[in-house]
């Protein structure tokens, strides 16, 4: 029974690191459609995200029906409800990048951004789908070192983010209105995404330790 038990475990672990992979895919579908205005692209970011979404149903579904039927305690029921909060951490990751695929989409055949504020969007993309593939790792090897630098590289994130508030806050900047609103969200959107790929690198942590990762 308990090995059954921890192949079910197993498997929804693997489901989970899948829903992470198909989240970076996904950021870096959504950043390479931002740059060069690929609508093609853009419109499969939402095909990565109806992946990610029929994921998680299945994942809740054996969480639910692990925590029903076997009754797990201590590290075992922890790794259980661990997994339904990761579900949902994942979801909103791909949701945030099909944020960035619509901006594609709405604006297309026009450019979202351009010149500085599309190059820290493009860097701020890049590194949102090397922090999905880091937290990947993490649900699948079960590693604080590598959770511990999923948070490292969330604040390079989070410096360019702040490059780019600073570049559309600053007098001399020639965009307009609607741009600005754009590329504010758009930085948003990547922001965000970093912050539950963290969470997701605290949520296994918390699995396998019993302890909090301090932010």
Not at 192 to 203: E, L, M, P, T
Request: proline share 4%; glycine share 8%.
């Amino acid at each position: 029974m308990r090995m059954k038990f921890h192949e079910q475990l197993d498997a929804l672990t693997d489901r989970l690191a899948s829903m992470c992979r198909l989240a970076g895919d996904a950021g870096r579908a959504a950043t390479e459609a931002l740059v060069l205005a690929d609508l093609p692209l853009a419109e499969w970011v939402f095909d990565l995200n109806d992946q990610i979404e029929e994921l998680r149903g299945p994942c809740e579904d054996l969480a639910m029906a692990l925590l029903a039927l076997q009754g797990p305690v201590a590290c075992d029921l922890r790794q259980v409800v661990t997994g339904v909060h990761l579900g949902a951490d994942l979801s909103r990751m791909g949701g945030l990048v099909q944020h960035v695929a619509e901006s594609v989409r709405r604006r297309h055949p026009e450019h979202v951004a351009s010149g500085e504020a599309e190059e820290l969007l493009s860097d701020m993309g890049r590194v949102a789908a090397e922090l999905a593939g880091l937290a990947e790792r993490v649900l699948r090897t079960h590693d604080p070192e590598l959770a511990a630098e999923i948070g490292r590289r969330d604040d390079e994130l989070d410096d360019l983010h702040r490059r780019l508030l600073t570049l559309i806050e600053d007098p001399a900047w020639i965009g307009t209105v609607p741009a600005a609103v754009d590329v504010t969200l758009l930085g948003r959107f990547y922001e965000r995404f970093g912050d539950h790929a963290v969470v997701v690198g605290r949520r296994v942590i918390f699995l396998v330790t019993g302890e909090q990762m301090t932010p």
